[in-house]
């Protein structure tokens, strides 16, 4: 009786959508299997916060956890400030010669993967979503590090490579795009790092990859493309998506819906985080987002 309880509340959340002018926009429930056992379920709208955002309020709540009586430094920068600083930088030489760079590879942006779907998105009513995970590990995540460095990539970079590959195989398409999300955060203040919110932005990212092209040629291709695409990324890939849309006369909503997210931040973002197993085992995750087919995070 607890599991078909904790199954069907399960999922219910794992779907559920927040109206997004109601407070809040998330929902924390505990259900007490035994006197020392609970099982907790957290649902967040991504609205709200960003990975790195989420990152930041599960910390929080762990220490918390572990000093109830803890006083948080009072944050003295909003997101609001945040994005009206945003703005104002629509008006800088930098956006516009950002703006510039991506308008002039519009006639030649490939299109994303057209992998091959069991049906049309037009004929889904009730999209579902379902995530498949796969861990490898501590000694083959460092060789896999290793070889990044020996080439002069990331390891970010590494494994987008070999993302944008597969899907060029399965899609049979030499040349592709895919969105990467980024977590933009300027530093207009000192306290911009420790707010919540939803800094995402993205890039469109295109792929090239010939019959002859070796795996070493491929990801410097690759980290190149990237490189030029973060120093232009004043220009959302946003906008880009738009002028693609207006430059092939195409209606369609869904243009880029193929997404690589990397949540590998250095080490240096890492050495403040709180242990998360000190609140038990992750059971099941899940996220969902509107017009997007596959999301691959690493």
Known sequence: QQKAILLNERNRMSHFVFK??????????????SIDKSYLLVGFDMLIGDGYSIQIVTN????????????????????????EAYEKLKNSDKYKKAKQYWLEKVPNFPSYPKL???KK???IKVPKFSRI????????????????????????????TVYLMVLSYWSNQKDLSISLTIFNRYPFHPDVEKIVGDFTSVIALDGHFGDSISFVKALKNVQKTLIQALENKLYDGVELIRELSKFDGSSSSITMPI?????????????????????????????????VFLDCQV
């Not at 997004?20 to 299997?33: C, G, M, Q, S």
């Open 121 to 123: 998105a037009s004929e």
């Open 259 to 291: 997404v690589f997210t990397s949540l590998l931040f250095g080490d240096s973002n890492k050495k403040d985080l709180e242990d998360t197993n000190i609140l038990g085992k992750i059971m099941l995750s899940v996220s969902q987002t509107p017009q």
């Open 116 to 118: 091959p779907f069991i």
């Open 60 to 83: 929080e709540i762990i220490k918390f956890y572990k000093n109830p009586d803890l006083k948080l430094p009072t944050i003295k920068y909003s997101f609001k400030d945040y994005l």
């Open 133 to 160: 995970s796969k861990s490898i590990s501590k000694e083959k995540y460092e060789a896999l590090k290793r070889y990044a460095t020996t080439h002069e990539v990331s390891i970010s970079v590494l494994l987008c």
């Open 20 to 33: 997004t002018d109601r407070w809040p926009l998330f929902e924390f429930k505990a259900f007490k299997l």
